[in-house]
Nanobody, 122 residues
Framework: QVQLVESGGGLVQAGGSLRLSCAASKRTFRSNAMAWFRQAPGKEREFVAA????????NYANSVKGRFTISTDNAKNTVYLQMNSLKPEDTAVYYC???????????????WGQGTQVTVSS
């Protein structure tokens, strides 16, 4: 079982930036892909971005493309989500997840963190 711990959430004004971190307890072939999802109040959890530990095949939701960047630090077993030009509609709990392949689908990701709150004020 891979343990995932997110950090870096908070309150920021529209147009501002935040960087989320996700520390993984270990890397395995079944957790070769890392992803960020988010869930706003009253809405379903949605895909944000995903990447392989090798740094390839980064994939983004259209709503964040050009504003968010996902990256990895293999030495630290940590995945980052740099969020720039934040909008009020980015307000959500952000979850880190790991799975065998990069995909936008929810189900293949077997390990999930507890989530970190991001609030963007207008």
């Amino acid at each position: 079982q891979v343990q995932l711990v997110e950090s870096g959430g908070g309150l920021v004004q529209a147009g501002g930036s935040l960087r989320l971190s996700c520390a993984a307890s270990k890397r395995t072939f079944r957790s070769n892909a890392m992803a960020w999802f988010r869930q706003a109040p009253g809405k379903e959890r949605e895909f944000v971005a995903a990447i392989y530990w090798g740094g390839d095949s980064a994939n983004y939701a259209n709503s964040v493309k050009g504003r968010f960047t996902i990256s990895t630090d293999n030495a630290k077993n940590t995945v980052y989500l740099q969020m720039n030009s934040l909008k009020p509609e980015d307000t959500a709990v952000y979850y880190c997840a790991s799975g065998p392949v990069v995909t936008t689908a929810f189900a293949p990701y077997r390990n999930w963190g507890q989530g970190t709150q991001v609030t963007v004020s207008s």
